[in-house]
Each structure stands twice: as C-alpha cells, then as structure tokens.
C-alpha cells in the first residue's frame, strides 16, 4: 500500500490550512501526489480519496480531466505541445509533427530510452507568444522547427 512520506504529510497538513474544507484541496493534493509518486494512477487515487474524505469516482473525474497529471509514466522531458487557436494558426501543428517524426513517437507515448514523452496540451496561456510548448516545467515560445531542433539538441 503506497503512502506520503513524512515530509509530504506535512506539506499537505499544511496545504489543508488553506482550504475551507479537505474535499477542496483536491488539486494541490494531486500535485503533491504526483510529485511524491510521479504517476497518478488508480491506487494513488484511491489514496488520494481517502486522505480528502472524497470518493475514488471523483478524484478520478478530476485527475482525468487536467492533461498536467500524468496517468502512465512519462519521459525525463515531458513535452507538451499547446494545440489551441493562437498556437494552431501560428504553426502549432507542424511544431507537434515535426516532434512525432523527430522522436519517433506519437502523443501519449515515451521514447524507448525513456528519454522523452510527447502530448497536446490546451492552452498554456501563453497566446500571445504562439507557438508555445512546455517541457517539464519550463516555458518554450515563438517557436519554428529550427528552434525546436535546437532545443531538443540541447536537452542531455
Ligand atoms: S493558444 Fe497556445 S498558449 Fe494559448
């Protein structure tokens, strides 16, 4: 049976300070369990309800709702293509293309060396900047091909 470690139960305890019932917490609480196990699957969910006093049923409806949780395992560098207006009619598409050709890879999957995992993303808020694309947590904008090549040339 999984659990928090002791450091992560405090920053929940923590987390649940902020929040006007347990139920609330739900997202930060997924991040944490994500950050703690690196996937959220349906055991980590089950773990998840019952820390919040929640159902399975609903932390699932959530966790499958946001593309940001990872339900299988995911590469050292997890890609995230934004798919929306601004990015698609900025070239969008072809950045996300050019990724499956180059990686060999199509959305939702890991290369086999575990390297690099690819998917599309809705809008990552960055619009104005299209297109954009996220790998782990860190911001790529104005993006071309060549910037991709590069980018990718550049993560060891
Ligand atoms: S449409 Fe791509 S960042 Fe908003």
Redesign the pocket.
């Known amino acids: 049976m999984i659990e928090f470690s002791t450091q992560t139960k405090k920053k929940l305890e923590e987390c649940l300070t902020h929040y006007p019932t347990r139920q609330a917490a739900l997202l930060p609480t997924l991040w944490l369990a994500q950050e703690e196990f690196g996937t959220v699957t349906l055991e980590v969910m089950e773990y998840v309800a019952g820390l919040l006093d929640i159902s399975p049923a609903h932390v699932y409806s959530v966790a499958t709702f946001y593309t940001m949780f990872h339900l299988k395992p995911v590469g050292k560098y997890h890609l995230q293509v934004?798919?929306?207006?601004?990015?698609?009619l900025?070239g969008?598409e072809r950045i996300l293309d050019h990724l499956k050709k180059r990686l060999g890879i199509e959305e939702g999957e890991v290369t086999p060396n575990g390297k690099f995992s690819l998917c599309a993303v809705?809008?990552?808020?960055?619009?104005?900047?299209?297109?954009?694309m996220m790998i782990n947590e860190k911001y790529y904008?104005n993006l071309d091909v060549q910037k991709v090549e590069k980018i990718l040339d550049e993560l060891k």
Request: aromatic fraction near 0%; proline fraction near 5%; include cysteine.
């Open positions: 934004c798919r929306t207006l601004s990015c698609a900025m969008g809705e809008c990552l808020a960055s619009c104005g900047t299209a297109p954009a904008e």
